[in-house]
Each structure stands twice: as structure tokens, then as C-alpha cells.
């Protein structure tokens, strides 16, 4: 087996990779434990190894793969250990934890996917095989996204993309071919209880595509009692009409190709393209003058209490209270409080969803009742409406994403190696010690 192949095995969380083949795995036996390496403050003991080592065979033999000599997966899957466990150190540097419900939608996409329809079973189940494995897993997948969230954080801060970067891709040829031309696009998204089914369904779906522009027979042909295919002939569409995370992809394939499979929350997308041609179509977008006033919950404030101020000044402005000097007393939004609510002109797509829906639905004029987001109560009034052509800002803002999701493996390898590298590490078996053993 080569040992890139390895490597990119070693580097994916085998949770995410396979639950169901590492579960038996992951509550084994207790192994009897002694500290084998030192990271900063933390340790990993030999309990750690093995299990780690369990979870990367099993992985390895599900995908027909040799397993290698068991020092050397040993070896590999330490410095596996070590390197999360130096990123698990940046994690509480900066106190990243994720949400109790972005926890238990995670932990519930696990249990679905092993074939478990609630927390409940799941954790019956796991628990079944050896007391406290629920909890074990859901403490590794709470850091599977705090480690996912300081990536994202840190690895994006890194990523630096100048106007003359922009300038320059929009003037090569890929740059012409991703904003300077219409798609004729086939879009087939693929979605089910069982992402293992969906995954393979959607493999099944993509390699008909390659020799076939029949939706409706695809559809057809592949959807079942828990499979549900979906697909469209999207005729020729200007990509600033595509969303731009599926346009991104898109823009780089040759008439014929499939794009890779798409995973997103709704399902797995794969789009196929037929046709371009340079296109005129400029990206009109509708625009909305808007003001508002955001009461936050605190320590000191209730999520009652905002809600209730909220209610009370929504009641002032109805009778007459003028809104802008309302903004600049009581509203949490330091930056448009200074400018009596107002957020100039906003584009669809720059709020959260609630924020949006609610600016796109309230006619110029009206205030809104209040309404809530992840960020607070809000009071909102849009005071203009218009048609702005965005052709220029969302070829630049095409191109930056581009740029940027060319730029994140690289950014996110160095910065990687960088931890592991500032990191001080006591490994305390030396047969474990790779470097020392490869030299």
C-alpha cells in the first residue's frame, strides 16, 4: 500500500470516514492503561493508541485495503493522536465549544447513519456494548467540531486575497469561462434517512450521468422506498443565477463532466453540465433600504425580558415614536445604533435566513413586529426599494470564493504542520517514536 494512501487515512477522523464498521471498535475492551506520549497539557495513553489503532484497521479492511505491520499503523496512528490532541490545545486557547444543539444534530446524523433513529436507542445501544461509550463518543465528536470551527476560524484569517489577485483571475481564461458565460446545467440532488444509501445511490447517479442526460429516467431508475432522487434540466442559466457554492463548481468543468458529489445538509448534489455560451444577462438583484434595532439577551437581560422590550418598543413606534432615535437608545447593534438603525442597502443572501425572509417579504414603509434570530430580537423596517445591477460585485465576490477554497487545503496543511510542530511532545515509548525509528 503506498504511503500516501495511508497517510490520507490517518488524516480523516475514522469516525466521520465509517461509524458503523468502528463501533464494535470503539467500545472494546479497556486496555490497561500508561501514558505513551505527553502533548503540551494532556496526555494520551496506551488505551487511546489502541483504540485509535482498531478504529484505522477496521477502516482500512472495509475498504479492501493491506493493513500494515502493526508497529508502524502503531506509529502512524500516535502521530495521528498527537496532532489532534496539539489542535484539541488550540481549541481550549481560544475556548471553542460547540452548541448543545449543533452537538445533538451531530450525534443524531451518527446514530441514523449506523441505522439508530433516536439519541435514545443510540445511546441504549452503545451503552449496551460497554458502559459510557455513548458519552465517550459524543465528548469526540463535540470535538470533532470545535476542531472543525478553529480551522475554519483560523485557516480562513490566513487566506489573503488582494484586488489584483481578483483583477487577474477575472481576466484568465478560467476567470472568463466562471463569470463571463451561461450554463446549460443538469441538477439531480439525491436524499434519504441512510447516508450510507444516499452516498451510493448518488455514486449510481453520478456515473449515469457521464452517458446519459435522461432526468426522468434516472429519477426513475434509482429512486426507492428510502431513496428519493430528484432531478432537473436547469436549461441555460447565467451562473450569477446559480447558487454561488454550486456555480463555484460548475465554472470548472468541460461540457460532458460531472461535478464531484456535493454534500449538504438537504443532501448530496451532483450537477452536470451540457453547454456554455457567453452570456449578456447582467445580475440584477433586487435591494432593500433597511433600519433596525436588535435587543440582545445578556447575563442581566432574560430572553423574556428582551423579547418583552422588544414588544414595548415596537408598541412605541406604532404610536408615533420616532424609529431612528428608538435605535440609537435602546438597540444592541453598536454599529447602525450610531446611524439610527440604519443597515443602508442590504442584498439578499448578506442577513441570516430569518433576517432576509422578513426583508424581502415587508413592503417599503411597514415595520415588522418583532422577530427573532441567533443574534436577538429585531424590529425592522425597510424604507426603499431598488434594482441594482451586481454584475461587477458578484463576479469579484465569485472569484474571491474561488480563490479562497483554492488557497484552504494548503493553508489548512501549513497551518497543521505548524501546531504539531510548536507543539511540545514527550513520546514516551521509543518504539513509537517515528522520527527516531525512520532515521
Not at 475492551?29 to 478504529?55: F, H, M, P, W, Y
Amino acid at each position: 500500500m503506498k504511503t500516501t494512501q495511508l497517510k490520507k487515512v490517518f488524516k480523516a477522523t475514522a469516525l466521520a470516514l465509517c461509524l458503523s464498521a468502528t463501533l464494535p471498535a470503539f467500545a472494546a475492551g479497556q486496555t490497561k492503561d500508561e501514558v505513551v506520549a505527553v502533548v503540551d497539557n494532556s496526555v494520551i495513553l496506551r488505551s487511546d493508541l489502541a483504540q485509535s489503532v482498531a478504529e484505522i484497521s477496521h477502516q482500512l479492511q472495509a475498504q479492501k485495503k493491506t493493513v500494515p505491520a502493526e508497529k508502524y499503523l502503531e506509529q502512524q496512528a500516535l502521530e495521528q493522536l498527537i496532532t489532534r490532541q496539539a489542535q484539541l490545545e488550540q481549541v481550549k486557547r481560544y475556548n471553542i465549544k460547540p452548541d448543545e444543539k449543533a452537538l445533538n444534530e451531530a450525534v443524531l446524523k451518527v446514530a441514523k447513519d449506523s441505522g439508530t433513529a433516536s439519541l435514545e436507542a443510540f445511546q441504549q445501544r452503545l451503552d449496551a456494548m460497554a458502559p459510557g461509550t455513548y458519552a465517550s463518543l459524543r465528548s469526540r465528536i463535540a470535538e470533532d467540531i470545535a476542531i472543525g470551527r478553529l480551522r475554519q476560524q483560523v485557516v480562513t484569517s490566513r487566506i489573503q486575497i488582494s484586488d489584483s489577485d481578483v483583477k487577474n483571475f477575472l481576466n484568465s481564461p478560467q476567470g472568463q469561462a466562471a463569470i463571463g458565460s451561461q450554463a446549460h446545467v443538469l441538477h439531480v440532488r439525491i436524499s434519504g434517512e441512510n447516508q450510507a444509501d444516499v452516498e451510493k445511490a448518488a455514486k449510481q447517479v453520478k456515473e449515469e450521468l457521464g452517458s446519459s442526460n435522461d432526468i426522468k429516467s434516472i429519477d426513475k431508475k434509482y429512486s426507492t422506498s428510502s431513496i428519493k432522487v430528484e432531478g432537473a434540466d436547469m436549461g441555460f442559466r447565467s451562473l450569477s443565477d446559480i447558487p454561488s457554492e454550486l456555480a463555484a463548481r460548475v465554472s470548472t468543468l468541460q461540457e460532458g463532466q460531472t461535478t464531484e458529489l456535493i454534500p449538504v445538509r438537504d443532501g448530496v448534489h451532483v450537477l452536470k453540465l451540457i453547454e456554455r455560451k457567453v452570456a449578456d444577462q447582467k445580475a440584477i438583484v433586487s435591494q432593500f433600504k433597511t433600519r433596525h434595532i436588535l435587543i440582545q439577551p445578556s447575563e442581566v437581560v432574560s430572553p423574556e425580558d428582551a423579547k418583552q422590550q422588544a414588544d414595548s418598543l415596537y408598541s412605541r413606534i406604532k404610536k408615533g415614536e420616532d424609529f431612528a432615535v428608538l435605535a440609537a437608545t435602546f438597540s444592541n447593534d453598536p454599529g447602525s445604533a450610531r446611524d439610527g438603525g440604519s443597515l443602508g442597502w442590504v442584498s439578499p443572501g448578506m442577513m441570516v435566513p430569518e433576517f432576509d425572509a422578513k426583508m424581502k417579504s415587508t413592503p417599503a414603509g411597514e415595520v415588522t413586529e418583532p422577530f427573532q434570530t441567533q443574534f436577538g430580537w429585531h424590529i425592522l423596517q425597510v424604507t426603499e426599494t431598488r434594482q441594482q445591477d451586481m454584475t461587477k460585485e458578484y463576479q469579484e465576490r465569485m472569484a474571491r470564493q474561488l480563490l479562497g477554497e483554492r488557497q484552504f487545503d494548503a493553508e489548512l496543511d501549513s497551518w497543521i504542520r505548524e501546531i504539531r510542530n510548536n507543539a511540545f511532545v514527550d513520546i514516551k515509548d521509543p518504539s513509537l517514536d517515528r522520527k527516531k525509528n525512520n532515521s
